[in-house]
């Protein structure tokens, strides 16, 4: 069992979708995405968990590792809508990282941070992502 996932960028801010479950057969395929989330953006990356069914430890340590990665590019990790079956306990020399109750709350926060609406939006997927998926960020 693997994840699709999908990448957006709204101005400064990257919102990497998660869907499926984040496990040891799934790991590769997140390190992939978020190569190409630092391959195709600048700003903090929200790592959206709602299409999350499950992770396991290895998950949890994809994602842990997965900020460290970001935070030597100088780019945030923050997380929404992680699973409830547990929560990401980070090992000590992990970046400090954010969690918010959804996605709605993570958007809102930049928002209010940045004091404006979102102006441009780029998004690429994986093909197992749902094309008629328009979810409003």
């Known amino acids: 069992m693997t994840i699709d996932w999908r990448y957006t960028v709204e101005d400064n801010l990257g919102i990497l979708s998660v869907a499926g479950y984040l496990g040891p057969d799934a790991v590769h395929?997140?390190?992939?995405?978020v190569g190409w989330v630092l391959a195709r953006g600048t700003g903090p990356v929200v790592v959206d968990l709602t299409g999350l069914r499950s992770w396991s430890a290895e998950g949890q340590r994809a994602i842990t590792e997965a900020a460290r990665r970001l935070a030597e590019a100088g780019r945030s990790l923050e997380l929404a809508a992680i699973p409830a079956d547990g929560s990401l306990v980070p090992a000590g020399d992990c970046p400090p990282i954010p969690v918010h109750a959804d996605l709605a709350a993570a958007l809102a926060a930049h928002r209010a941070q940045r004091g404006q609406q979102t102006r441009g939006r780029h998004e690429w997927r994986?093909?197992?992502?749902?094309?008629e998926d328009q979810t409003d960020a």
């Open 126 to 131: 994986t093909t197992g992502w749902p094309a």
């Open 29 to 33: 395929r997140f390190t992939g995405a």
